[in-house]
């Protein structure tokens, strides 16, 4: 592939994450206020949320698509110093934003939060629920001269093999700290399960494009469909809490549904996605960290089937 086309590929697939990004937090809510499980409803909001969670592992995989280069590798302070410059400013300033958000609510509602609440939610990496992206990121960055420097002296038979074992060392931990309750990960250990996505970023760009298309659509439908019909059956059987896990950006069906999707807009034709123009390097944390309060502004009343979507494009 040239490099027009690598970046085309690139702003299509940013720009349907960022989509998707809304339309989970939007469908989300469809899922868990829903009256009862497995009404049509329900569906509906499981369906569009199981269609979108492709989007957050997309956003790994193009980081390692893009920084896992020589050059990350040689130029290490240069590097560190451009990538968390960027990311400091967005994650201190929306912290600081929704703690505040956080904290005047409750002095509205005459039930002041302690301190130390606060102090949790940042050590967790949660001020907000969709800001734990900003704080997986900065592990990442300090990872990726490294794992820059393995990609270039590893066989690349052996790269696989260690990134297969980083997605499924990944996939059991998240498993076992959503269902078995064993530990909730501070802000300086979440970008570890993503360690695998973010190799496979790298595999994927350098493999050879127009082999797969079949095969990537085949993996795509069969982790939605999976995703879907698991959230059900865990849910019908043992409650949300344990059926929302299949949602887990690390869950099998999740893994499988993502690769296939990354793969598939890689590889669709040159000019495919030219009406989404280009793609600013930061535009996606500024939409990322703002949604949320968009979002939940106006979808109540429309019927889920066509508020979901809607409001997943408005941003």
């Known amino acids: 592939m040239s490099v027009v086309s690598r970046l085309e590929w690139i702003d299509r697939m940013r720009a349907l994450a960022v989509i998707c990004v809304v339309l989970i937090h939007v469908s989300a809510k469809v899922v868990t206020g829903a009256p009862m499980t497995g009404s ?4 509906i909001g499981n369906l569009y949320d199981s269609a979108a969670r492709w989007c957050i592992p997309a956003f790994v ?3 390692g698509a893009l920084l896992l280069t020589p050059a990350t590798a040689e130029d290490i302070t240069g590097f560190l110093r ?14 600081a934003v929704y703690l505040a958000a956080w904290w005047f609510k409750g002095l509205v509602g005459e039930e002041p939060q302690p301190l130390s609440e606060a102090w949790d939610k940042l050590l967790h990496g ?36 260690l990134t297969a074992t980083a997605l499924a060392a990944g996939t059991a931990l998240d498993a076992l700290n959503a269902l078995a309750y064993m530990h909730k990960p501070l802000f300086f250990e979440l970008w570890l399960p993503y360690v695998g996505y973010f190799l496979c970023g790298h595999l994927l760009r350098q493999s050879v494009p127009g082999r797969s298309m079949w095969p990537a659509a085949g993996a795509a439908l069969a982790g939605f469909a999976g995703t879907a019909l698991l959230t ?23 893994v499988c549904m993502s690769l296939g999707v990354f793969l598939l807009l890689r590889d669709l034709p040159a000019g495919t996605g030219h009406r989404f123009g280009p793609w600013h390097p930061t535009s996606w944390a500024s939409t990322f960290s703002i949604h949320c309060s968009l979002n939940y502004s106006g979808q109540s009343t429309s019927h889920p089937g066509a508020s979901a979507p809607l409001w997943g494009c408005r941003c």
Not at 82 to 95: C, V
Not at 144 to 151: I, V
Not at 244 to 249: E, G, K, R
Request: with cysteine; proline share 8%; net charge positive.
């Open 126 to 161: 949660e001020p907000h629920f969709h800001l734990w992206y900003l704080f997986m990121l900065p592990g990442l960055y300090l990872s990726a001269p490294f794992l820059a420097r393995l990609c270039q002296t590893t066989p690349r038979r052996t790269l696989w093999l």
């Open 61 to 63: 995989m193009i980081s």
């Open 40 to 43: 049509s409803t329900w569906w």
């Open 82 to 95: 451009r990538r968390l410059g960027r990311t400091a400013a967005p994650l201190l300033f929306w912290s």
């Open 232 to 254: 059900w059956f865990l849910t019908q059987r043992y409650g949300l809490d344990i059926g929302v896990w299949t949602y887990s950006y690390l869950s099998p069906t999740i």
